[in-house]
């Protein structure tokens, strides 16, 4: 392939971002990060960069964007070159990504300054900007042609570069997988941990910000431990440690199999695009969205299971493909001076007229505040809390989690489209909370909002053996167990494309239901074979996407669980590496190895302080 004429300028790589910030998160469905003017409807400051021209001449403008709210087109924003402002305003272009011309400019040899002029504060968003010369339009597939095109006027390489040769890769940098990178560090193991954002934590991060619930422990109160932003402390611990690499903004890509085993994955990164391929004796998928296992073929399972598959009680009668969808955290305060907000017709015909702000993000590790309500507020979400009185005071709580969409969606396809769709919900309530009551709310405005969703429910791993609802609730006692987990189950439950098209659940927004069954408060046990892959040899797996059914899943998801997964994968990773063997030859040959290596790791305590468990959960052998 010839080298195509013009330049291409990647906004992620843009000098200097001015108040835009980069997105990354859709990187799979829309083919480039991206840089967003999240400027909670104020106009943020201007994007800017320096390019060089090798040639006088004109050359044809064209900026790839996004109307996001269509056709309001919200997100709008003006291109400057060498300080002259085109007419065209961008992200008014209709939906979904494409490029947008702006007709021509004359450039002359040496340097020329572009600025993206955010026009709305309302998340308009620019993916690149090409500068023609042939009267080529750029290419807006997302595919491999696409790909070589853009590497081409970058200058980068079409094959990933060597990326380094370790024990153990983890994939996902979450709280599962900072305790697996860790422990197998400190074990010896040369480790690498591959993230797609730019801090650690996951849904625990300072972008997010949820509580680690679930199992308690030395080890996650090590890395969980927060600075004065909200930044965990996972990345300066494994940072210290010699024999661990950390790659932020890497994106798993691909995966290369040898048989039943992984070789290799490439990633890209986030900001330059540079591949990069990193070989290994063990991998670990911590992702939260078990990618690795998609990407390689691993055996998964989806949705919700009918009851009659294992039977759960709180399993629907039918399977379907019903998950926890995505969560936006947000945060409002009262200013010492009115606030204007602008017009958002289209946020309130999402949120319609509902005007109930509470559940919001206290601070980092602190969720389900209260805010601002105004109007009737109709909302009235059915509880399905325990029976017992003690539990009285979770059916009067402002639930962060009753703000959740995509359920009955692709979360691997849907993921800005769901992550729009809340952000429109939350801008619509809160326009509506200042237009119902202007007085006493003239003073309100937002103080912060996440543009990283926390993420739900994706596909789930299938081991050697699946972790049911019976198995939480009694307490199982596994020949293989491993690690002890602690906590409730805790289901979501959407409304029913039927039930909205009946026009029952008119926001849909918000959770009809939520279980929270809090059982006897007693630990129960995770067995090893719920932590390996079903059918990749040298595969594992910590976090919400074990081999569990949905209903069990709603109780292993929780952060602190995962720490207690990857603890115990990262030590078995070690000895399969020592032993020459795999995880199921692990458990064959070396299980009682494994299990006191494990017993000495995860010294642990019970989640909800107020209620301790009546007996210490001891593992029973053999």
């Known amino acids: 392939m010839s080298k195509p004429v013009g330049i291409l300028v990647e906004a992620e790589d843009f000098a200097s971002y001015g108040g835009w910030v980069l997105d990354s998160q859709f990187e799979a469905q829309m083919g480039s990060p991206y840089l967003l003017a999240h400027g909670l409807g104020r106009p943020v400051a201007d994007a800017t960069t320096t390019i060089a021209v090798a040639e006088t001449g004109d050359y044809e403008v064209w900026v790839r964007t996004r109307d996001w709210a269509a056709p309001h087109a919200p997100g709008r924003f003006a291109l400057s070159v060498n300080g002259t402002t085109l007419s065209t305003e961008f992200g008014a272009n209709g939906d979904g990504w494409a490029w947008q011309s702006a007709g021509t400019v004359l450039l002359t040899k040496g340097e020329a300054r572009l600025a993206l002029h955010d026009l709305t504060g309302f998340d308009g968003r620019c993916d690149a900007i090409y500068l023609g010369r042939d009267g080529t339009v750029p290419p807006n597939a997302v595919d491999e042609d696409s790909r070589r095109w853009r590497r081409a006027l970058r200058g980068l390489p079409d094959r990933p570069v060597d990326g380094g040769d370790f024990d153990v890769v983890v994939v996902g940098g979450g709280v599962a997988g900072c305790a697996a990178a860790l422990t197998a560090a400190r074990l010896g193991q040369r480790v690498a941990l591959i993230h797609d954002r730019p801090v650690l934590g996951g849904n625990a991060s300072k972008e997010i910000g949820l509580m680690p619930r679930g199992a308690q422990g030395a080890l996650l109160h090590e890395l969980a431990q927060r600075t004065a932003d909200g930044d965990l402390a996972a990345l300066s611990l494994l940072e210290a440690e010699p024999t661990a690499s950390v790659f932020l903004e890497h994106r798993i890509v691909a995966a290369a199999r040898e048989g039943d085993r992984i070789v290799s994955v490439d990633a890209v990164e986030a900001r330059g695009g540079r591949e990069r391929r990193f070989t290994g004796r063990m991998f670990i998928d911590t992702s939260g969205v078990a990618m690795l296992g998609v990407l390689a073929g691993a055996e998964t399972m989806f949705g919700r299971e009918a009851r009659a598959a294992f039977d759960e009680g709180y399993a629907p009668e039918a399977a379907d493909d019903m998950h926890h969808g995505n969560t936006l955290f947000f945060r409002t305060r009262m200013a010492d001076h009115p606030v204007p907000f602008p017009d958002v017709p289209w946020a309130t015909e999402v949120s319609k007229d509902y005007a109930n702000l509470s559940g919001q993000l206290v601070t980092s590790g602190q969720e389900n505040g209260p805010g601002p309500m105004a109007g009737a507020n109709p909302d009235n979400p059915t509880f399905q809390f325990s029976a017992d009185p003690t539990q009285a005071w979770m059916n009067q709580f402002p639930a962060t989690h009753y703000w959740e969409y995509g359920q009955w969606l692709d979360p691997y396809t ?87 098209a009946r026009g029952e659940g008119k926001y849909d927004f918000r959770l009809k239901d939520w279980i929270m069954d809090v059982r006897d408060q007693q630990p129960y046990g995770i067995p090893f074979r719920c932590l390996y892959s079903a059918n990749i040899d040298n595969l594992m797996m910590a976090g919400k996407h074990i081999s569990v059914t949905h209903v069990a899943g709603s109780s292993v998801k929780l952060m602190g669980n995962g720490a207690q997964h990857g603890i115990a994968v990262a030590a078995a990773a070690f000895l399969c590496n020592q032993h020459g063997t795999t995880p199921r030859g692990l458990l064959d040959d070396h299980f009682e190895k494994l299990r006191t290596l494990v017993d000495g790791l995860t010294g642990h305590d019970h989640d909800m302080t107020s209620h301790p468990p009546t007996r210490r959960f001891v593992a029973v052998p053999g």
């Open 414 to 500: 849907s993921g800005e489209l769901v992550r729009d769709y809340l952000m429109r919900a939350l801008y619509g309530t809160f326009s509506n909370v200042k237009a119902l009551e202007p007085e006493a709310y003239a003073n309100l405005e937002f103080d912060w909002m996440a543009f990283v969703a926390a993420q739900g429910e994706f596909r789930r791993y299938r081991g050697d053996y699946v972790l049911t609802e019976n198995d939480v609730r009694n307490q199982t006692r596994f020949n293989d167990l491993l690690v002890a987990n602690d906590g409730f189950f805790c289901i979501h439950c959407a409304w029913a494309p039927e039930e909205l």
